[in-house]
């Protein structure tokens, strides 16, 4: 599979102009990194995977994860960005026709933001059919009530997928059934309302709330009640692009780590010699190593429109632990200056420790290899 060295290259290149200071300055101020977003924007890496027909590259889901990838080991964070990579897909695979015309090649130039995916809620969590939120069909329109909670980036965007419930859930003949997407339109949307949640990393995340949000019936995307497997048929490409950040993630921290026990002198020699120091990078390097080869397996098989689900789910988890392991090495490695705002390996410890949980967590993940790959009872 094409490892894609010219985009890595040419992303590389673009992320030098964003150091570890800048991304410490956002991240002090919790403020949102639009310099970044309009620089992703304006070279097009943002419509990687909006096909040439609306405005975009046509690129395949491994190279989106090329572009994440080289983000995150360049010190940067493509969580204020990734959104608009898998949240798309929703709209490209089930939408209409006139729905992608109106609003991809929009969002590939750059003059709407797609960034928000409201899905969970506070009493759900990741309980997706167990969603409170309610869509009412009233003439044209929809009439939305309810709340979603870990709603990044609503913020910053101008469009939202949104999922709510059309059918309440006693009146469905199975329970994937009654739930249905929109396309809601944020810029001008009375009775939406948007508060921001502060949290130990700057990801932008809030709470939304909806007050009879009104949306044009023309606005749902695909079937009423057929939400939750137009939702699903997007998951696995966004853990997927999520695991490839982790990939990158881990080589920012083995590089760093490296870089500094090669340099930091103590008792007459530099730490690297010790193997105290040696073998947990080497065992993050190798974990690290053979959990990018499981993701590009489940490229490999999303690409070629095979089920991935099992694959996209352990490439996560894989991913997410073998950046975990590379910032705990780190850490350890650096001692007291990893905790050090300068030298970055303490925030970005802080940013990858959410994808043990975000957006699916591990347990969950091994309830379903459980289930699905290995055949044992349900457990949830």
């Known amino acids: 599979m094409n490892d894609w060295p010219d985009i890595r290259a040419a992303v590389a290149k673009l992320c030098t102009g964003f150091p570890g200071e ?13 310099e970044f977003v309009e620089a992703l924007t304006r070279e097009g890496w943002l419509s990687a995977l909006i096909p040439e027909d609306f ?24 969580a204020a960005a990734h959104a608009q990579m898998y949240v ?14 109106q609003y991809l090649p929009a969002v590939a130039r750059g003059e709407l933001r797609l960034q928000a995916f409201g899905v969970t809620e506070p009493t759900s969590g990741s309980d997706t059919l167990s969603l409170r939120t309610t869509a009412v069909r009233d003439g044209d329109n929809y009439l939305i009530n309810g709340q979603k909670i870990w709603t990044s980036r609503a913020a910053q965007s101008d469009l939202m997928v949104l999922l709510a419930r059309t059918t ?28 921001p949640i502060e949290t130990m990393m700057n990801h932008g995340t809030t709470a939304v709330f909806f007050d009879n949000v009104k949306i044009p019936a023309a606005n749902r995307i695909g079937e009423e009640g057929q939400g939750f497997r137009y939702i699903l048929s997007g998951m696995n490409a966004e853990r997927i692009l999520i695991a490839a950040e982790c990939i990158g993630d881990a080589r920012f921290f083995l590089d760093r780590a490296t870089s500094y026990a090669k340099e930091r002198q103590v008792f007459g020699r530099p730490i690297g010699r010790n193997q105290g120091i040696q073998f947990p990078l080497a065992q993050a390097h190798a974990r690290a190593h053979a959990a990018k080869l499981v993701v590009a397996d489940a490229c490999r098989r999303y690409e070629s429109g095979e089920v991935a689900g099992a694959e996209a789910n352990m490439a996560k988890m894989l991913a997410a632990e073998a950046s975990w392991q590379a910032g705990e090495a780190a850490m350890q490695t650096l001692g007291g200056f990893a905790f050090a705002a300068e ?20 347990n969950l993940i091994l309830a379903y290899i459980a289930e699905h790959v290995l055949g044992l009872p349900k457990g949830y």
């Open 22 to 34: 800048y991304w410490r300055a956002k991240d002090k101020n919790s403020d949102y990194p639009i």
């Open 168 to 195: 309440p859930k006693d009146q469905v003949a199975k329970r994937t059934e009654g739930l249905s997407v929109f396309l809601l339109d944020m810029r001008d949307c009375p009775g939406l309302s948007i508060q």
């Open 88 to 101: 798309m897909g929703t709209l490209l695979r089930h939408g209409s026709p006139a729905q992608k015309a």
């Open 343 to 362: 030298y970055d390996i303490e925030r970005k410890f802080r940013e990858t420790r959410l994808y043990q949980v975000a957006p699916v967590s591990t």
């Open 55 to 78: 405005g975009g590259s046509g690129l395949p889901l491994s190279a989106a994860c090329a572009i994440l990838e080289e983000i995150h080991a360049s010190g940067g964070n493509g």
